[in-house]
């Protein structure tokens, strides 16, 4: 437990006065791995992404919703179920190419409300608190369709993403999604929904995320005439490197003597070789095999002709 060290509002400079603030917990076997341009590029695009989820829920449910962002954050999983109601719609996703699944939570009341909008009613204000029957499942499954298309689109400048549904859970200790310390990008929504105010959630895995994220927000060329430059110097390094000398080596295979055996050996002494007669001789760089060869000659020198790997080498 460390306190926050931020000076308070007209504090100097330098000063170490943190009267009135409450210390903040820090976990340093789990660092803040979420960067601040990982962050911003995920702001832009749930931004997005709310705008758009507000259109598909007016536009199904026929009356009016507000759907926007209020933060995003980093939770291991386990944090993030325990911070859940025991009774909740968790519609489950993957997200090829992001490694993992991924969870859309809606509270129940929501879910209640928009299915009695959906099936042509006027969204009671009294709701039942309980899991889904088959068709009210069947009816959340085009409105997890939507979200999720929307959801692609809004992710697209970060990682060309396809999610599909994948399930439906109404408690979050049997959604098995990942690990209890696996670590969640956590996208938290406020949706207004028939006069009511609900909070949404959206968990995304962290692992799988971050390689996308790394990868958008990678610097590159700022000009055409750095591209080409750069351009250039990739074919002058593929250049240089065809013409760089390797040592090759055309070898027998391995023969093992015990120690003694090999102490017994005098000028003179034949050494039978563990080689098959009719298997090529082995091409090497570096100790790894890359090819196979025939013995020959090519005047007055040794040669070796690289032939086919033979599918089944044949021992003697």
Do not use: W
């Amino acid at each position: 437990m460390i306190p926050s060290t931020a000076p308070e509002s007209g504090a100097r400079p330098g000063s170490r006065r943190v009267r009135g603030r409450e210390p903040i917990s820090y976990d340093f076997r789990r660092p803040i791995q979420l960067s601040r341009e990982d962050a911003r590029q995920l702001h832009l695009a749930f931004e997005g992404f709310a705008r758009q989820a507000s259109t598909v829920f007016t536009s199904l449910l026929r009356t009016v919703c507000d759907v926007h962002l209020v933060q995003i954050t980093q939770q291991t999983y386990g944090e993030y179920v325990d911070s859940l109601e025991p009774l909740t719609y968790l519609g489950i996703f993957s997200a090829e190419p992001i490694a993992g699944r991924g969870i859309v939570q809606l509270p129940m009341y929501g879910v209640m409300t928009a299915i009695d909008h959906m099936l042509g009613g006027h969204g009671s204000d009294q709701q039942p608190q309980r899991a889904l029957t088959e068709i009210e499942i069947a009816v959340m499954n085009e409105l997890m369709d939507r979200l999720l298309a929307e959801m692609r689109y809004s992710l697209a400048d970060s990682v060309d993403v396809i999610p599909r549904a994948t399930g439906y859970e109404h408690s979050p200790q049997l959604a098995q999604v990942a690990g209890a310390s696996d670590v969640m990008v956590i996208v938290r929504l406020a949706m207004r929904l028939a006069g009511e105010e609900l909070d949404a959630t959206i968990g995304l895995p962290y692992a799988g995320l971050h390689p996308h994220l790394a990868r958008a927000t990678a610097p590159s060329a700022t000009s055409e005439s750095e591209r080409r430059s750069r351009e250039r110097s990739a074919a002058a390094l593929r250049e240089r490197f065809a013409s760089v000398p390797v040592e090759a080596a055309v070898r027998l295979r391995p023969t093992t003597f015990t120690p003694a055996e090999i102490a017994d050996f005098r000028p003179g002494t034949l050494v039978r070789m563990h080689h098959p007669s009719a298997a090529p001789l082995e091409v090497c760089v570096d100790g790894e095999v890359f090819a196979r060869a025939t013995p020959g000659a090519s005047g007055p020198r040794l040669a070796a002709l690289v032939v086919a790997t033979p599918v089944k080498e044949t021992n003697s």
